[in-house]
Nanobody, 119 residues
C-alpha cells in the first residue's frame, strides 16, 4: 500500500489543522491507518490510528482529547484533525499503515508532512 500525506503547515498555538492521508495500491479496508510524528532531536512517537474495518481508534497519551482520527471509505483517505495545537506538537507527521487491526500500524510509511506550531 502506498500512502500520501498532506495538510501540514505553520500555525499559532491554539489553532487547528487537518492532515490527510490517501492510500492506494491495495484495499485499505484490510489495514489500520495511523500517524506517527518525530520532533526535532527526538524519536518517533505514536499519535493515532484507525482500524479501517470497524473504525476503532487509538491515540497517544499526549494527544488524547485534542486530536481525532477519521476515515472516508469512498476516498480511501484518513484524516487527523488536530485541535488546540501546542508548541510541542511541532514535528514531521508520518502516515502509516499495517495489515489487519493493530493499535500501532508500522508496516508501511508515507512521506512526512511538517507541522510547525508557534508559541
Amino acid at each position: 500500500v502506498q500512502l500520501q500525506a498532506s495538510g501540514g503547515g505553520f500555525v499559532q498555538a491554539g489553532a487547528s489543522l487537518r492532515l490527510s492521508c490517501v492510500a492506494s495500491g491495495s484495499s485499505i479496508s484490510r489495514y489500520t491507518m495511523g500517524w506517527f510524528r518525530q520532533a526535532p532531536g527526538k524519536g518517533r512517537e505514536f499519535v493515532a490510528a484507525i482500524s479501517w474495518s470497524d473504525g476503532d481508534t487509538y491515540y497517544g497519551d499526549s494527544v488524547k482529547g485534542r486530536f481525532t482520527m477519521s476515515r472516508d471509505n469512498a476516498k480511501n483517505t484518513g484524516y487527523l484533525d488536530m485541535n488546540s495545537l501546542k508548541f510541542e506538537d511541532t514535528a514531521i507527521y508520518y502516515c502509516t499503515a499495517g495489515a489487519g487491526k493493530t493499535a500501532r500500524p508500522t508496516s508501511y510509511w508515507g512521506q512526512g508532512t511538517l507541522v510547525t506550531v508557534s508559541s
